[in-house]
């Protein structure tokens, strides 16, 4: 072996390392949150890690590149419910469809929406990502619906506070609903705003 492959594979091992040191640090802080930890510590997060502290501050500069590293893994996690083709022909299949799967990704993403809303203000980079999400959330809900639902905006606001994430928060954690009560508390109140979206639960 050259001098020159030996470097490339210690440039390689090296990198591989960092690699799975993030990966390490990233799932220690997914667990953490999951369990209710809203702001773990770099210390309890290199704990769960197994790694050291040191090592938690070179892979990232700071708790909210850390927090922004966890953001982009949930999202990660939830594409491909996020990303469910919208195929049939009449839109309020295509709504029903659309209301079920955003539930579906509410209560995966519960616990990390939950911490990051509430370190969100501290943070630049969750504050940006939170209003990336808000305004997907409601150009998908634009885009389903005809024209005589979207031209008038009162509705529309309306449905977007009901389909949002703090109505589905409200129901499971304040209200105590299971997820089959507070999915039903979603449909009818969106059923009475929007009789013609014939949405009923199985």
Do not use: C
Request: aromatic share 6%; charged share 30%; glycine share 2%.
């Amino acid at each position: 072996m050259t001098r020159s492959d030996a470097a490339i594979d210690t440039t390689d091992g090296r990198r591989l390392r960092s690699e799975d040191s993030k990966r390490k640090i990233v799932a220690a802080m997914l667990e953490l949150v999951r369990e209710g930890r809203i702001a773990p510590t770099a210390e309890e997060v290199a704990s769960r890690a197994s790694v050291g502290l040191r090592t938690v501050f070179r892979r990232f500069k700071d708790m909210e590149s850390l927090y922004a590293e966890m953001s982009v893994a949930i999202s990660d996690k939830v594409a491909p419910i996020v990303d469910e083709e919208l195929a049939h022909e009449v839109w309020w299949k295509n709504f029903a469809q659309l209301l079920d799967r955003r539930l579906r990704v509410y209560e995966i993403i519960m616990p990390y929406r939950i911490a990051a809303d509430a370190l969100r203000f501290q943070s630049d980079v969750l504050h940006s990502h939170h209003s990336d999400i808000v305004r997907q959330e409601r150009e998908r809900l634009v885009s389903v619906l005809p024209g005589f639902v979207t031209e008038d905006a009162v509705k529309i606001d309306a449905l977007e506070a009901v389909l949002s994430f703090d109505m589905w928060n409200q129901l499971r954690n304040d209200q105590k609903l299971n997820v089959s009560q507070a999915s039903d508390v979603v449909y009818r109140i969106v059923s009475e705003l929007l009789p013609e979206s014939h949405l009923r639960r199985d």
